[in-house]
């Protein structure tokens, strides 16, 4: 098995020999035949062939979720949006995120785009290979925030109301 993180083939160990990582998550989820949807804590989500849904009812600040030849859906309109800045990293790769974000919430993206696309309420940031940059006017100013890191490869990441 090569590691997940730092691409060192690691044999049949527990951990990579190189950096340490973990690889039961990965070898469990490939000993089960059918890869779905996976959380790893209650910060990452990772998405697999499939269509996942997250919203705000649970803290999604921090929180990672990644799409590969899926779609993942996170809602942010089913609770109240708190004060001050939420931070999600997205990743798109062969893939869809959709954002759902209330209209009072002032958003911001940073990321790149290669060969994929981010579009935000309507504007697309970027189609091919570039940097996703993003801030609604006033953004430093508003009581509640929402900063996305966004990478899209080959995916794309969509955010609107």
Known sequence: MFCPKCGAESG?????????????????????????????????TVNIFQNDSLSNIVDLDGHTALSI???????????????????????????????????DIA????????????????????????TNQYKTPGYAEAPRRLHIDATSIFGGIKVDK
Not at 77 to 100: D, H, Q
Request: net charge positive.
């Open 12 to 44: 049949q160990t527990r951990f990579c020999r190189s950096c340490g990582t973990n690889l039961t998550i990965v070898s469990n989820v490939l000993d089960q035949g059918s890869v779905r949807s996976l959380s790893i804590g209650k910060k990452t």
């Open 69 to 103: 030849f899926g779609t993942t859906r996170i809602d942010l309109t089913a609770a109240p949006f708190s004060p001050g800045e939420l931070r999600l990293t997205l990743i798109s790769i062969f893939g869809v995120i959709e954002v759902v974000v209330p209209d």
């Open 107 to 130: 958003v911001r993206i940073t990321g790149v785009s290669i060969f994929g696309g981010v579009n935000v309420r309507g504007r697309e940031l970027s189609g091919g290979m570039g």
